[in-house]
């Protein structure tokens, strides 16, 4: 076996036939599907999170602090550490859009600077989620978006230098994984870049 090209590794997309595919849960938010899927020399049976994606935003400010959102997520029963993000469920709306809303909702904010950083399955053995995620600079504020409700309604917002949510990230005090490719990546772009 040898060793593949690193300019050319990458996922690769498979279109199986979907013998049946059935609603199990209609929920708020997102979904649940049950497939039977033709694969190999059979079908399989998978059960996933039915989920319209989102968009995520490591906002870097002048003195290379990143905003960070505390808030409570029900599931891990914990107020966890997170980059503002959010779902594509505005129609017509692409990711960029989604993050510049959510940045404006979450904290806001508005950036004059836009620069893609990576998309991720989230959890590609359970959900079909994709996130989209940006780098956000020359911030500024743009005033109180909306009335926050639910888990947003008592968010807390830190700016914390860049190489100290790296440090949290690595030595596993900050488990998002949404925040950790984020900016983890968002520290290799601008190591690149000279910044």
Not at 6 to 21: F, M, N, Q
Not at 24 to 52: A, C, K, L, M, N
Not at 54 to 59: C, D, F
Not at 85 to 98: I, K, N, R, S
Request: glycine residues 8%; negative net charge; without cysteine.
């Amino acid at each position: 076996m040898t060793d593949p090209d690193p300019t050319t590794l990458r996922d690769e997309p498979v279109d199986p036939e979907v013998v049946s595919s059935e609603l199990v849960y209609s929920g708020r938010v997102w979904d649940v599907r049950s497939d039977t899927v033709r694969y190999g020399d059979g079908e399989i049976v998978r059960q996933y999170v039915d989920h319209p994606g989102a968009a995520a935003v490591v906002a870097v400010d002048a003195q290379d602090r990143v905003l960070l959102i505390q808030q409570y997520r029900h599931p891990i029963r914990h107020r966890d550490w997170e980059i503002p993000a959010g779902l594509l469920d505005v129609a017509g709306e692409d990711p960029l859009q989604a993050a510049q809303r959510e940045l404006a909702e979450e904290a806001d904010l508005a950036a004059q600077d836009w620069d893609p950083l990576v998309s991720v399955f989230t959890t590609p053995g359970g959900n079909d989620e994709v996130v989209h995620l940006f780098l956000a600079r020359r911030l500024a504020p743009v005033g109180t978006a909306h009335a926050r409700e639910e888990e947003e309604a008592d968010i807390r917002t830190e700016w914390v230098p860049l190489d100290d949510v790296v440090t949290g990230v690595l030595h596993g005090r900050l488990r998002n994984g949404i925040l950790a490719v984020g900016v983890l990546a968002a520290a290799e772009r601008l190591r690149r870049s000279g910044h």
